[in-house]
């Protein structure tokens, strides 16, 4: 063939080998490299040799069982899966803790004990100009470098340039020994030792202590606030009451009750509390923080005693209250002087009148309608206080008759009453229909006219009787029905007392048979009660001397 022709293929089955060394290439014939994955089916074994299964030629068999065998360290196990007995190395780091016992061996895991720690540990001042390298582990054990030098931290308590110097040292600053000398909010001031905050240690490097000290405890812990303030002070009662203090600790809050009254003036301004001594709300805010349980005076019902201005006879209607009273609106009634008229005025407008404005409103400005006190004509002058003006000289007319009332005649009142005064009687004790009779002197006509006038009463009078009789009898008067129902009274009530005293004698006599019978039977009841423990007794001293075989 030509040398530029392409050779053709011969269409033949290629059977060249694998790559995996078992099987021939069963393709056709074909320029390159065969099939680098054989594909073909063929029964396999995992490496441990614990499966066996149908895998193509490539694919590697592997099981899940996982090794168990320790490897080198003698500490981890394999834990591969489906190992073929040559377990690799072990690849993780030791861990163990080093004898130093601050780091841990960095190496991979092995047998044996572990090399020492190859850190170096600086020991230094504080200052930091004297030091040295010990191995690790060791440092505990070292004392720390003196140094000659001042320490320079600066103390952080309030005492801090009044602090006394100190050389360069190891460790925490020794403690402050000054006073504290804090003031409180109390005033008083802290007598203790400085107790202020300290500089920290060398955080590097602790000392360790080769003797334990005792652990003392000190008046205060180093950094710590002041404790409660220890001084003793007067405190008053939760009402303040005078005589009624204690002394207790300043500090201490507590409150505390005298138990006396609270006496503290109330709401209304009048009166006091009663109650136990308690606090009172016009204590200081902060107390009333302590002591949430404060409670109140307590609230005053009483009525309103206070005397009114102007003064009247009516009572306040408001509860006990401060400050003066209210205007009083009661209505008062006053008569007039006469009598024929009331008159209401308003308490308050009553009482601020003075008296002539009083008499001056009472007034009805009226006729007066009162009665002289020496004849039976009224007071012609206007409504007044007090007795009529002038009552001998009343001028009224008056009708004067003789004895016999024959002759008449008018005449002034005051002439009238003149004429009694010469006859010797007095005008207040003559009735009104006889005032004035007999002034007049009777004459011839009138003794004639008399005679008549007498007989005619005489009959007036036996008629009279006559009637009045059968009405007695059928009638009998009051007085003797009064006597009667009196007497059956007194027999009724003596008949009662009777019955009452058998009643009390009746209770008495059966009182004296129960108290008779319950001694008596008490007394036959100890008397059998006695008998029995006689005879208990003698059956058990008759067993104690013959016991039982």
Not at 24 to 44: A, F
Not at 351 to 373: V, Y
Request: proline share 9%.
């Amino acid at each position: 063939m030509a040398c530029d022709i392409v050779v053709p293929l011969c269409g033949g089955t290629c059977d060249k080998m694998l790559s995996c060394g078992f099987h021939r290439c069963h393709e056709r014939c074909h320029r390159g490299p065969c099939i680098e994955t054989c594909r073909i089916v063929v029964t396999k074994l995992c490496r441990c040799g614990g499966m066996k299964k149908e895998v193509p030629c490539y694919q590697d068999l592997a099981c899940e069982r996982k090794c168990q065998r320790m490897r080198d360290c003698g500490r981890h196990a394999c834990k591969r899966r489906c190992c073929d007995g040559d377990c690799p190395p072990c690849g993780e780091i030791c861990g163990k803790r080093l004898r130093c016992k601050n780091h841990k061996c960095p190496a991979p895991c092995h047998r044996g004990a572990c090399s020492p720690c190859p850190v170096m540990f600086t020991i230094s001042c504080a200052c930091g100009e004297t030091h040295f390298e010990v191995p690790c582990g060791t440092e505990k054990d070292q004392k720390p470098p003196k140094c000659r030098k001042s320490c320079g931290i600066s103390p952080l308590c309030r005492h801090g340039s009044d602090s006394k110097p100190h050389k360069c040292h190891y460790g925490a600053c020794p403690p402050c020994r000054l006073l504290c000398d804090e003031e409180y909010p109390c005033s008083h001031k802290c007598k203790l030792r400085c107790h202020g905050p300290r500089p920290p240690p060398n955080p590097d490097f602790t000392l360790r202590p080769k003797k334990k000290k005792p652990n003392h405890q000190s008046e205060s812990t180093p950094g710590t606030p002041c404790p409660p303030c220890p001084e003793l002070v007067w405190r008053p009662c939760l009402g303040q009451h005078i005589g009624a203090e204690r002394m207790m600790v300043c500090s201490n809050r507590t409150q505390f009750s005298c138990e006396n009254l609270c006496g503290s003036p109330l709401s209304c301004g009048n009166h006091y509390c009663t109650k136990t001594c308690h606090a009172l709300k016009s204590q200081s805010s902060t107390s009333l923080v302590q002591h949430k349980r404060s409670e109140s005076c307590e609230e005053c019902h009483l009525p309103c005693e206070k005397e009114r201005k102007p003064a009247c006879r009516h009572s306040c209607p408001l509860p006990c209250h401060p400050g003066d009273c209210p205007p009083c609106k009661v209505l008062v009634k006053r008569s007039c002087y006469c009598g024929s008229m009331v008159h209401v005025f308003e308490c308050i407008y009553y009482n601020n009148l003075s008296e002539k404005e009083q008499m001056a409103a009472r007034s009805c400005g009226g006729s007066c309608h009162r009665k002289l006190p020496n004849c039976t004509h009224l007071c012609p002058k206007t409504c007044h206080p007090g007795q009529c003006p002038s009552p001998d000289k009343c001028a009224k007319k008056v009708t004067v008759r003789c004895q016999c009332q024959t002759l008449k005649k008018e005449m002034p009142c005051q002439e009238v009453q003149a004429a009694y005064h010469k006859a010797g009687s007095d005008p207040k004790d003559i009735s009104k229909s006889h005032f004035g009779l007999g002034i007049l002197p009777c004459n011839s006509g009138c003794k004639s006219k008399a005679q008549v006038v007498d007989q005619e009463l005489h009959l007036r009078k036996s008629k009279d009787l006559e009637e009045k009789v059968p009405a007695t009898e059928i009638h009998p008067p009051k007085r003797r029905k009064r006597r009667e129902h009196l007497q059956e009274t007194k027999k009724t009530s003596q008949l009662q007392k009777i019955a009452a005293t058998m009643k009390w004698l009746l209770v008495i006599v059966t009182l004296m048979v129960t108290l008779v019978a319950a001694a008596y039977f008490g007394y036959k009841g100890l008397m059998w009660l006695s008998d029995w423990m006689n005879e208990v007794e003698e059956q058990q001293r008759h067993r104690r001397r013959h016991p039982r075989i």
